[in-house]
Every structure is written in structure tokens, then in C-alpha cells.
């Protein structure tokens, strides 16, 4: 009999798999089976019966790459819980590294300290005799709707201490880590879930010929924007948008903060001016002008750190309010959905969907045919996030709104109901410069 407790839903998984982990012969199938009986045993471990507790080890070992190591971690997270109460499988996933199947889960457990809300991405392989589990990290990038994400990085200071320039870098080797991680055209600092006070920097690009991980990085990034050229990686420290041109681009914007197959055109400048500091330069300052897609990745990048915004926040702007309400609908009906179904969300791309796109007319409109596809690829944590972003833009037209009857404009003078592509671009306060 188990020691600690267990809410009934998880009673009933433990109940389900206490006699198959007991079967040496008994090996799991696929990774949210492994979980769930490996999360059995690990329960088991706080056993009355020293046989059940021999039985739960040895299974925990037979179906763990690296054995007598992982069942001394799981000894010890064992002993701290008093009870178990809930379990979220959030996601499935492939990565673009071709590391194998990722599941991506919540266990909710009361522990000395606390409830605690475990969260993990764990990697396994599949194997014809069975599904074994080989390492996990806690989530790497912050998903929309995540506060820290939605603001702007602090201003590395101009006569830093000691200290806060070794933070900077360190703060450096954590984006590097993740973007290639990740297989992601650029990464702003606040999007990196390790970094909890991001200074103000980016990484634009891809790390080509990269002297430890190879090609891996822009092998990584072909698999999810295939067909584009992306800038060799450049660090910007506390950058500045100077000037950006009149001249527009459309460009399908996908985000490392916006997990899922899911695409919306959104319009850029082809041309921007930044100056930063250069940290692989020691901290010298450079002033370039980016076209094309170059000016693509940096705007994207800059709309993050800068703004706290991502191309969701662009994308959402441009909508005309029908499209709007329909969208915050869609999402609101699927997470309606899920309280009742269960939906693992498979994030694997491609396909991709287009979910808003810029007609002939330069007006952005919904596609609610490939949202209506796209919606059970998003994670609950995702689509969350996208209702915070429409409702957080609601609240800024509505302030806007109650400043103009007063003669003050927060928007520049945009329209508050809905603005253009072309307006939604300059919505970032980082891209109000004079134009090129």
C-alpha cells in the first residue's frame, strides 16, 4: 500500500499500471505510456511492501537509458512528495534535430515545500520491445501570455560592475544554448524561460558552421522556414532602430514563443537601420542597415525585445474586429473543448497553416478553415496565451480611446478599431523612427 496519497485520478492510473510494472516482462510502447507507468513506480517506491518497492526500482531501471542514475534521482523526488494530484500531457513533438519523441507534461504533487506544479519536457526512444525514457529539461522558452516575455529586456548599463557583465554573458551562452536548441531564426532574451531579469538583447540569425554544434543549427531551421536564407547570427546589445524604410514586405512569421504549425503574414519594413553594442567586438558599438529578409528576422527579433510583443500582437492589430471576435471565439470554444476531451496537441512541422494572410487589398483577413485545423496543434498554455494578447489589445484601444476624448492619442494616431498591416507595423514604439 502506498505511503502517500493520491487524488482519484491519479488512483486510477496508479491502479491501472501497479501489476504491469510488477511484470518484468512488461515494457511500455510509446512515450505517454512510459510516463504514466514509470510515474506508477516512482509512487511505488514510497511502498509498504519492500517487494512492490524492488519491483518498481528494477522497472524504473529497465526502462531508463541511463539506469542506476536515474532511479537515484527519482529515489530522492520520490521521498519529498505526500501526494499526488494531477497529471497534464501538454504536447508531443519531434524536434527539427531529429532527437526523437519529446512529451511535454504537467504533474501536479504537494510536497514539504508545498503544492508544486511539475513541469517537463522528456525525451524517449522508441524501440521495437519498447519505449525507453533518456533525459528531460524543464521548459527553455517562455510561451505568449508569459509576463516576462511581454516585456521589454533592461538596459545593460553603460559602466556595468564586474558581476553584471558576467550576468550579461551568461545571460548570452543561455540564448545561444537555446536558439540552437530549438532550430529558431533569432531569440530575444525574454523569451528564454531560464533568464528571469533579461538585459536588453537579441540574437538575429542562424549559427552557421558552429565550431561545437556543426551545421546543426541551420539544418534545424531549413525543416521549419524551408526555403529561407537567414542571416548569419549577430548579438545585439541594448539595440536602437534608427531609421526604417516606407517600403513593406509580407513574410509567414512563425515564433519559438508561439509553439504550434501555425503561420500569419505580417508585414515588416524591407529596410532598418540598428545600432548596438557588439559583445563579440568588446562591447563596440555598430550601426548597420538590414534589408530584405535580414530586416525580417530583426524586426521580429526587436518587436520582442524592444516591445514585448510578438507577431501574434502585429497580426492581431491588423485584424478588422469581426475577424477579431471570431478569432478570440475560436480559441475560447477550443480550450471550452478540451475541458471535456482530452487533446494532446502533436506540434510536429510541417504542414503548416496559414492562419491570417494579406488579400490583394493589403488587408489582413482570417482563414477560419486553417485555424479551424490549427487550433487542436496549439498547447492549452498557448492558446491561453493568445486570449491574454487579444485581450490585453482590447484594454490598450480601449485607454486609447478614453485618451483621444481628451485629446491624447498612445497609439500615434492609428486608428483604435483596427489598424492596416501597414499601420500595425509601426505599433512597436521601437519602430516610431523617421523613415529611410
Known amino acids: 500500500m502506498l505511503k502517500t496519497s493520491a487524488t482519484p485520478f491519479m488512483k486510477t492510473i496508479f491502479d491501472t499500471f501497479k501489476d504491469k510494472i510488477k511484470d518484468p516482462t512488461y515494457y511500455p510502447k510509446a512515450p505517454i505510456e512510459t510516463l504514466v507507468s514509470r510515474m506508477t513506480a516512482v509512487a511505488h517506491l514510497q511502498d509498504d511492501d519492500p517487494t512492490v518497492v524492488e519491483a518498481a526500482a528494477d522497472f524504473i531501471k529497465r526502462t531508463s537509458i541511463t539506469k542506476e542514475k536515474d532511479l537515484e534521482n527519482l529515489c530522492g523526488f520520490s521521498a519529498t512528495v505526500t501526494k499526488w494530484h494531477s497529471l497534464e ?10 532527437e526523437g519523441p ?20 522528456a525525451l524517449y526512444k522508441e524501440q521495437k520491445e519498447g519505449c525507453y525514457y533518456i533525459s528531460q529539461t524543464v521548459p527553455l522558452i517562455r510561451v505568449i501570455g508569459d509576463p516576462v516575455l511581454h516585456k521589454q529586456g533592461g538596459l545593460f548599463p553603460s559602466h556595468p560592475t564586474d558581476k553584471q557583465r558576467a550576468d550579461l554573458f551568461a545571460q548570452i551562452s543561455i540564448a545561444k544554448d537555446r536558439l540552437v536548441k530549438t532550430s529558431g531564426g533569432g531569440i530575444a532574451a525574454n523569451q528564454c524561460a531560464e533568464i528571469e531579469n533579461p538585459y536588453q538583447f537579441a540574437i538575429v540569425g542562424v549559427f552557421k558552421n558552429d565550431p561545437v554544434h556543426g551545421n546543426a543549427h541551420i539544418e534545424g531551421v531549413k525543416k521549419r522556414y524551408p526555403g529561407t536564407v537567414f542571416p548569419d547570427a549577430m548579438i545585439m546589445v541594448n539595440p536602437e532602430i534608427l531609421r526604417v524604410s516606407k517600403e513593406i514586405q509580407p513574410f509567414n512569421h512563425a515564433c519559438l514563443s508561439v509553439p504550434s504549425p501555425n503561420r500569419c503574414t505580417v508585414l515588416s519594413p524591407k529596410e532598418i537601420m540598428v545600432t548596438y553594442l557588439d559583445p563579440t567586438q568588446g562591447m563596440a558599438r555598430v550601426t548597420k542597415t538590414m534589408k ?27 485584424l478588422a474586429p469581426r475577424d477579431l471576435l471570431q478569432f478570440e471565439k475560436m480559441i475560447v470554444g477550443e480550450l471550452n473543448r478540451r475541458k471535456v476531451k482530452n487533446v494532446v496537441p502533436v506540434l510536429t512541422v510541417p504542414p503548416f497553416h496559414i492562419t491570417v494572410s494579406i488579400n490583394a487589398q493589403g488587408i489582413s483577413q482570417l482563414d477560419q478553415n486553417e485555424l479551424a485545423k490549427v487550433l487542436p496543434k496549439l498547447t492549452r498554455e498557448t492558446l491561453d496565451g493568445c486570449v491574454k494578447r487579444v485581450r490585453w489589445l482590447r484594454a ?29 507595423v509601426g505599433v512597436s514604439s521601437s519602430l516610431r523612427r523617421a523613415h529611410l
Not at 500531457?89 to 531529429?98: D, E, H, M, P, V
Not at 519529446?102 to 519536457?121: A, D, P
Not at 497609439?411 to 483604435?416: Q, S, T
Open 89 to 98: 500531457f501538454c504536447s508531443t513533438y519531434t524536434n527539427a534535430n531529429g
Open 396 to 424: 490598450e484601444v480601449q485607454k486609447d480611446n478614453e485618451k483621444k476624448l481628451l485629446g491624447v492619442s498612445s497609439l500615434a494616431g492609428n486608428p483604435p478599431q483596427r489598424q492596416s498591416p501597414v499601420e500595425a
Open 102 to 121: 519529446f512529451l511535454e507534461y504537467k504533474i501536479g504533487v504537494k510536497t514539504l515545500k508545498g503544492k508544486e506544479i511539475i513541469h517537463r519536457h
Open 292 to 318: 530584405n529578409m535580414d530586416a525580417v528576422v530583426l524586426w521580429h527579433e526587436m518587436n520582442h525585445i524592444l516591445d514585448g510583443k510578438t507577431y501574434i500582437d502585429t497580426m492581431l492589430a491588423s
